[in-house]
């Protein structure tokens, strides 16, 4: 076995340091739950910080990474890894698809005004690879469980009659990104939506599990474990950022020092996006009223 016997001494801990020398430290099979949202190599500055490689280098770190989680994670556990289409299918072709008894490719969806090109579409989704170390894997559909679309179905009513509390979500999510005036929006570069990593961490865990996130970056991830009764475990290599974490979890909500703090261009600008979508919704209101 590798790294040290015992996970106590790491569990409900956020570390000062590379992800790469806490997944050498953490003994074999001892999470329940490996949660992935890494920098996604297209030159986004982190605090000022650009951790941009060459594109082989990068999936060559890519894939130690996967593989000293894969290591970590139980047998029953799962692991999601969230990137660009791109990233994730050279992780899948050069290692996962290998490695684990099965990969599933999910598609997470939002509206984004960047991006947008003349010579193709505009990419607005990301990647996230759902990978299974065994067959034997711990999944809560309850949990998770949606409304059925038709519930008065003869066959409806059967699934409900015997527990049924929903279907399964599909495969593609939609969830908005985090935007600027977001009330869980930090001064960090790049934040999942809470409700998209509360859904995958509810999905495949149950209360007192330990959820290994391995980028603890603005601490929504961690927060979400604290508000499900999880356990945690992770790391952040940004003194600042691993600040505010730690000032988060200790009290119990972001900061005003953390919070994104626009310009006021910015602000006029958000101002008139929001008078203009009101005006679009007072302008449909009326012409359902005409007809």
């Known amino acids: 076995m590798k790294g040290k016997t015992n996970i106590e001494g790491y569990i409900n801990k956020v570390f000062q340091k590379d992800i790469m020398g806490l997944l050498r430290e953490l003994p074999d099979k001892s999470v329940d739950m490996v949660y992935g949202d890494p920098d996604y190599n297209v030159g986004i ?84 690879l759902h990978c299974r170390k065994t067959k034997d894997n711990h999944f809560y559909k309850d949990n998770v469980a949606l409304p059925y679309k038709n519930p008065t179905d003869k066959r409806i009513l059967g699934n409900i009659a015997n527990g049924s509390k929903g279907r399964m979500p599909y495969d593609w999510f939609y969830f908005d990104l985090v935007k600027n005036v977001s009330k869980e929006k930090t001064f960090h570069s790049c934040q999942i939506p809470q409700n998209l990593s509360e859904m995958l961490i509810k999905s495949c865990t149950m209360p007192r599990d330990i959820v290994l996130i391995l980028f603890g970056g603005s601490g929504s991830e961690i927060e979400v474990c604290n508000i499900l009764n999880r356990q945690y475990i992770s790391a952040e290599i940004d003194e600042k950022y691993h600040k505010m974490i730690m000032d988060r979890l200790k009290k119990g909500h972001i900061e005003e020092k953390y919070k994104l703090r626009l310009k006021s261009y910015e602000l006029d600008n958000i101002e008139a996006q929001l008078f203009l979508l009101e005006k679009q919704k007072e302008y449909l209101s009326s012409n359902r009223t005409v007809k």
Request: aromatic letters at 18%.
């Open 45 to 128: 500055k982190y605090n000022n910080i650009s951790y941009t490689k060459t594109f082989d280098e990068y999936i060559e770190w890519y894939i130690e990474m996967a593989e000293q989680s894969l290591r970590v994670l139980k047998d029953t556990g799962n692991m999601f890894l969230i990137n660009y289409p791109k990233q994730n299918a050279y992780l899948r072709v050069k290692y996962l698809d290998k490695a684990c008894y099965e990969v599933s490719d999910y598609v997470w969806l939002y509206n984004t005004n960047v991006g947008h090109s003349p010579k193709r579409f505009t990419t607005a989704h990301r990647s996230i």
